[in-house]
């Protein structure tokens, strides 16, 4: 009989949100109903009801193998809260009795005044305990030593936003049943060590934002964290900016989808040995290795990208990374490459040839400021797909060749500071490109001031409205073919032969300004012939 009553009720519970969704959505749907309806609705509300009731008495499950009984994973504090009993002392001392809880019913004014927490033996922690001990902002000590948390099943945010504790001592703290670690010690930014090492986290399925703004965490002790069912990693070491070693090595990844900014902002850390990762689930690398400053060289020859769909600023602000290895990555499904590069003003190196870029869409400063490359393979790439490249080699100051013959440019909408800043580019056959949707050139071209020669006779502008000071500063041009540049009169013109060779600078004051102007009354159709200056 009993057996039987707790399949029904999983069974029940199973469906409960999907009831529920469809009671709501049929209510806001409609403001009055009709009276066939009633009758349906009714039984939507009966059914509600009694799932309640099954919740509230089924908070546990029988564990028939085991002999036990365990809490279910989906419990609600909305149903099942028990506040702790406890006592203020001092004004600033917090006496958390004996029994079991998982509420502890103070505002934040009155948990700002806390700067001690205080725990009894025989105290217990069960179910849902998200936020449990968060926003002691001023507390320094937590007592955790007596607290039985072998029932606990959801931690996030559990230690969360304590920004002066300074220690914690989890010797005797029980993880085992824990499914949500997400945001545990975000942003206890005072604490220096955490040994975690007796954590068993084998059921854990989310460490989101775990150790995300310890700033000052010097020491972490993970190696023992069992992460074969672990889903999600996002933002896990953001922030972390004193952290200089990092133990990764027992990590088993291959349940993982999204490591967004997962060693973002760990500005000491110099190196990370990864060799052990599984990413063949991961969708998401948006950042993950973003301002690692201190990272020199980066090893991903193990790494398996293939449903990877975003690598937005994936090594942006890794300004001391000299060496890298991408050789083995398949970027076939990415869509996003923004800043995958930017500011790497370290590398000298880069060979990009085994990269299938045929569904990215976003390429915009994807090398800004990468200062010293002087070596770039971007053989490989078809960009048939790209929509944006504004300021994709923008600041590449070592760079004098750059091999684009292979760019599809029909679809791209943005060139807007593409090459800006190349101080040392003297070699470019850009004459290919289609520039037949591309809106804005603005800065194009802009101290490009080693550029000799620039055959843009193949470039349409139709669309094009702005290309203010898209050859400013390109003071070495000595020949510019722009011959079939036309609809001048709707386009920003302003300042685009600033500081340019003074001859060049005078066929614009002389013919170019005088066409324009004959351009913008409509007397003439502007079409500008090709210009030389020997």
Excluded: W
Excluded at 246 to 256: E, H, I, P, Y
Excluded at 453 to 460: D, G, M, P, Q
Aim: include cysteine; aromatic fraction near 12%.
């Amino acid at each position: 009989m009993k057996n039987c009553y707790f399949k029904i009720q999983e069974k029940l519970q199973i469906f409960m949100n999907e009831i529920i969704n469809n009671l709501f959505s049929q209510i806001d749907r409609k403001k009055y109903f009709p009276k066939y309806n009633y009758l349906k609705i009714l039984i939507r509300i009966i059914i509600f009801i009694l799932l309640i009731l099954v919740h509230l008495i089924g908070f546990f499950k029988y564990d028939y193998r085991n002999k036990k009984k365990e809490i279910k994973k989906f419990s609600l504090n909305l149903f099942y809260a028990k506040k702790a009993n406890f006592e203020i002392k001092n004004n600033s001392i917090l006496l958390i009795k004996k029994g079991a809880f998982n509420k502890i019913d103070l505002d934040y004014e009155k948990r700002k005044m806390i700067k001690s927490i205080l725990i009894e033996q025989g105290s217990k922690i069960e179910g849902n305990c998200s936020f449990l001990f968060s926003h002691f902002v001023n507390c320094k000590n937590i007592q955790i030593e007596n607290l039985d948390t072998s029932d606990v099943i959801d931690m996030e945010n559990i230690f969360f936003s304590n920004k002066n504790l300074e220690h914690l001592d989890f010797k005797n703290f029980d993880t085992s049943n824990v499914k949500n670690m997400n945001g545990m010690f975000y942003k206890c930014e005072k604490i220096k060590k955490l040994d975690l090492s007796n954590f068993k986290t084998s059921n854990t399925i989310s460490m989101d934002n775990m150790f995300r703004e310890c700033f000052n965490l010097i020491e972490l002790k993970i190696s023992s964290f069992d992460t074969r069912n672990t889903k999600s990693m996002n933002y896990m070491f953001d922030s972390c900016f004193r952290l200089s070693q990092l133990d990764l090595s027992n990590f088993n990844t291959s349940n993982v989808e999204s490591m967004e900014y997962m060693f973002a902002l760990a500005f000491s850390i110099k190196e990370l040995d990864l060799s052990n990762f599984n990413t063949i689930k991961v969708k998401n690398m948006h950042s993950i290795f973003s301002y690692c400053k201190s990272l020199i060289e980066l090893d991903l020859s193990n790494f398996n990208t293939s449903n990877v769909e975003n690598m937005e600023k994936m090594f942006l602000g890794c300004e001391s990374l000299q060496k890298m290895n991408l050789f083995n990555f398949n970027t076939s499904n990415i869509k996003n490459m923004e800043k995958m590069f930017y500011n790497c003003e370290s590398l000298q190196e880069l060979d990009l040839s085994s990269f299938n870029t045929l569904n990215v869409e976003k390429m915009d400063k994807m090398f800004y400021s990468c200062k010293s490359l002087k070596q770039l393979n971007l053989s490989s790439f078809n960009t048939s797909n790209a929509k944006n490249m504004e300021e994709m080699f923008s600041n590449c100051e070592s760079l004098k060749k750059l091999n684009l013959s292979n760019f599809n440019t029909s679809n791209v909408i943005n060139m807007k500071g593409m090459f800006s800043y190349c101080i040392s580019l003297n070699d470019l056959d850009i004459n290919h490109f289609d520039t037949k949707n591309v809106v804005d050139m603005s800065f194009m071209f802009s101290s490009c001031n080693k550029l000799e020669i620039l055959n843009l006779s193949n470039f349409i502008t139709i669309n094009v409205k702005n290309m203010n000071k898209m050859f400013y500063n390109c003071s070495s041009l000595k020949i510019l073919d722009i011959s079939n540049f036309i609809d001048l009169g709707k386009i920003n013109l302003d300042r685009i032969f600033d500081l340019t060779s003074p001859d060049l600078k005078k066929i614009y004051n002389n013919q170019f300004a005088i066409k324009l102007n004959k351009a913008y009354n409509n007397e003439i159709d502007f079409n500008l012939k090709k210009l030389k200056i020997d």
